[in-house]
Each structure stands twice: as C-alpha cells, then as structure tokens.
C-alpha cells in the first residue's frame, strides 16, 4: 500500500466518522483508525482502517465488514493486508441461531495472494445480559480455497469453532476474548487459529479508544513463511 492509497483511506475513515445520524434507525456503522505494530511475517508500525456496518430486521442480522492495512519502510513495503467480509445471522427458538458467512482476505506478506472463506453452521448465547456479560458459541463447516505466492493452490473442506465473551466491567469500559479454531478435513496438520483480546472504552457518545492484540497461528503456512503473526493496535472508534 503506497502513500497515496492510505492517505485515502485515512481520509475516508474519518469523514465517515464525522456523520451524526439518530438513534432510531435498525443500523449502525464503527469506523476504525488505528496505529499498529506488527511482529512475525511482518515488521514495523503502520495505519489501519476498518469499518463494520450492521442492519438488524426482526428475527436476523447482517454484518458487514472491510479493512485494510500498509506500511513501508526505506521505500520497502513491509506489510500489506486487506480484508472483505459478511455474515448473515437467524434466530431460532430461544437463544439459538443460524448463520452463514463469507469472506475474502489477502496477505502478501504471509504467502497469501487471495484466500476465500465460506461456512454455515449453528451458534447459541449461553447469557446475553445488556451491558454485561455476554458469551457465545458457534460451530460450523465449509469451504476454504487459498492462492498462495508458492503453488500449488490449497483447498479443503473445514470445520469452524468461534466462541466469545465479553464483560463491561463499568458503564463505559469492556474487555472481550475472542477465538477461532478452523479444522482442515484434508490435513489436520493444516488448521487456523486466531485469538483477538481487546479492551475497550468510551470516551463520548460516539468515540471510543481500543486496544487489541490479535494472534494467528497457521499449522502449515505457505514455503519461507512463519507459522505466528501478532498485531497489536490501539484504535480510535467512530460509531454512528
């Protein structure tokens, strides 16, 4: 990502963010600024932008979401990420729900030129107390087909296991754990692992201030590659 593509996104992010809407409306949007360090495939300290945008109907959800992140150092790009995503949710009776979703992201840096993502499955809220804790359970399976910078293409069947808890330990402050766990049915050896930690904090209405360590762990990344990536982040939050 050169300087003239993340001055643009940068730009983007925060003239989304400075848009006021009502509070009445079945959507929402959370613009992300952030400043990064990365360590493993990739080294250095960069700017990331994300946005997340949600439309709620009666009985499903859908979940949008878009980020990218560059850096260069003495004119040597250094890391290079995008991602597109969506998730589709139903509920069913009482806590349980449905879902499928799809995805697309890209890696140069972690031997990845395009991987694609695709599941349904089943999820449940164990408890789902507003303002509180809250923690969930997904399991799934589908599909995952990656281009990688050293051939051959990798494809197989997966199984998917995400869970997530978060707590708001006062009105204004929450700290979440994420995890994600994907089984290659072709290779066991091949699995994905991520877990992302954030504490979070409002700081207005519609500004908040995040701080995230993300944690990837590919059991067989591509050729000349590292099995670990981490990104840690600290984040500036428009919601509207």
Same mark, same amino acid.
């Given at each position: ?14 003239? @989304?963010?400075? %848009? ?17 360090? +990365? !360590?493993? !495939? ?16 009666? #009985? ?46 890209? !890696? ?5 030129? $395009? ?15 507003? !303002?509180? $804790? ?13 281009? #990688? ?10 199984? #998917? ?12 402050? +929450? ?8 089984? %290659? ?6 699995? #994905? ?32 590659? @590292? ?14």
């Amino acid at each position: 990502m050169n300087k003239t593509t993340l001055s643009v996104l940068i730009a983007s992010v925060l003239f @989304s963010g400075s %848009n006021a809407f009502s509070d009445d409306k079945p959507w929402k949007e959370t613009a992300e600024l952030s400043v990064v360090s +990365t !360590n493993g !495939n990739s080294k250095g300290t960069t700017i990331s932008g994300k946005d997340t945008f949600t439309y709620q109907w009666k #009985r499903s959800i859908l979940e949008l979401n878009a980020g990218g992140l560059g850096s260069e150092s003495n004119d040597q790009q250094i890391a290079e990420q995008y991602y597109g995503n969506e998730k589709l949710t139903w509920d069913l009776i009482g806590r349980n729900y449905t879902f499928e979703r799809l995805g697309w992201d890209k !890696n140069r840096f972690a031997g990845i030129l $395009n991987r694609y993502d695709g599941s349904i499955g089943l999820g449940r809220h164990f408890f789902d107390e507003k !303002n509180a $804790n809250q923690f969930m359970i997904e399991l799934g399976g589908g599909y995952i087909n990656e281009e #990688r910078q050293v051939p051959p293409r990798n494809e197989f069947g997966s199984g #998917r296991a995400y869970t997530k808890y978060s707590y708001a330990f006062s009105p204004s402050s +929450t700290v979440s754990q994420d995890g994600e766990f994907l089984h %290659n049915f072709k290779d066991s050896d091949d699995y #994905r692992l991520t877990t992302i930690s954030a504490v979070q904090t409002a700081l207005s209405t519609h500004l908040s201030l995040k701080a995230t360590y993300t944690w990837k762990r590919s059991g067989k990344p591509p050729v000349g590659f @590292s099995k670990d990536d981490s990104v840690t982040a600290i984040a500036f939050i428009v919601n509207y």
